[in-house]
């Protein structure tokens, strides 16, 4: 691999570029010649007073406007951010290098494995948590498996970012909506590389395989890691994509 590269990092639902958490620095090390943006989606993060469009195209919109545009990028999205990724693909292609999704879904797999239901049941018990460091712990505990010192030590800093950066409940909703609509379209004429998590209590693994069979994709799984395999194995995800460059030539 030669040259710099320029990405597109997009979180999920009710996430935001705070949440890359370790991941983001430990990118910029693997790959100091390369650009990395980190978009929020519209109504999460800095846009948390906005409300997210329910719709597909403003909010493919809403993340182009935070980038620049220039050059071809390689989009790399986590669970919504996925879905939004290819999206953005097949309506801007000429924008777009190559798509990495983890831990994502399309209509194509059902509603429940796209959201598991005892997430759903979880995240709907979380909006009755008042204190703010608890809320986190329980997030963590959901979408990770950090050991129990590394979420008490976390969960007091996101804590305090949840406060800054406050979540709007009819967000959520926007965004579970959103999610529902985007389809699995024509394979893309770019590389696409899908990453999963074996022990994923939100999406379910089977999601991701589905993806990756209908369009006869390279599927990687990590065994032992959860929904938010950015927390749970950062070094391995950067393992699977400096593999995954050098091979198509990125």
Known sequence: MSGSREWVLIRGIVSEEFHWWDFLPEMKTRFPQDLLHTPDIIGNGKFFKKTTPWRVKPNIEGL????????????????????????????????VRAVVLV?????????????????????????????HVVKEERVLKMT???????????????????????????????????????????KPKIPVLVLSSGKDKVVHPSCSERIAKKWDLPLITHPEAGHDLFLDDPHWILNQLQNWLEKEKI
């Open 144 to 186: 990770s498996f950090l050991p129990e010192e590394r979420i008490k030590s976390m969960a007091p800093v996101w804590g305090e970012r949840s406060q800054k950066y406050p979540l709007r409940p009819t967000n959520f909703l926007w965004q579970l909506a959103l999610a529902s609509q985007i389809p699995q379209r024509e």
């Open 103 to 131: 831990n994502s879904s399309l209509n194509n797999s059902p509603f429940y494995r796209r959201m598991t239901p005892g997430a759903f049941l979880n995240i709907a018990k979380l909006a009755a948590v008042k204190d």
């Open 64 to 95: 182009r406007s935070q980038v620049p545009t220039d050059n071809k990028k390689i989009l790399f999205g986590f669970s919504l951010g996925g879905m939004l990724s290819l999206e953005w693909a097949h309506t801007y292609p000429e924008e």
